[in-house]
């Protein structure tokens, strides 16, 4: 099994490719002490959130990202 790392680049590179990129909870954020670390991917041609931001910031897991690459988009 792929370690988080090695999981976390290879998603960011399929989010490149597709025009998206995702952004992780700053390192120094106090919502990492409340809500653990979190991920959010943004449309790059809009600049917008498209995932990772119901409810508060960051709020995807790394699972959320790979089933938000796995759905079909038109």
Same mark, same amino acid.
């Given at each position: 099994?792929?370690?988080?790392?090695?999981?976390?680049?290879?998603? /960011? *590179? &399929?989010?490149?490719?597709? !025009?998206?990129?995702?952004?992780? =909870?700053?390192?120094?954020?106090? /919502? *990492? &002490?409340?809500?653990?670390? !979190?991920?959010?991917?943004?449309? =790059?041609?809009?600049?917008?959130?498209?995932?990772?931001?119901?409810?508060?910031?960051?709020?995807?897991?790394?699972?959320?990202v790979?089933?938000?690459?796995?759905?079909?988009?038109?």
């Amino acid at each position: 099994m792929p370690s988080e790392e090695a999981r976390e680049a290879r998603a /960011r *590179r &399929a989010l490149a490719k597709g !025009g998206f990129r995702m952004f992780k =909870t700053p390192a120094r954020s106090w /919502r *990492r &002490a409340e809500h653990g670390v !979190g991920y959010m991917i943004v449309d =790059t041609s809009t600049n917008t959130v498209v995932s990772g931001c119901i409810g508060r910031l960051y709020s995807d897991c790394l699972d959320d990202v790979e089933t938000f690459l796995s759905a079909p988009r038109s």
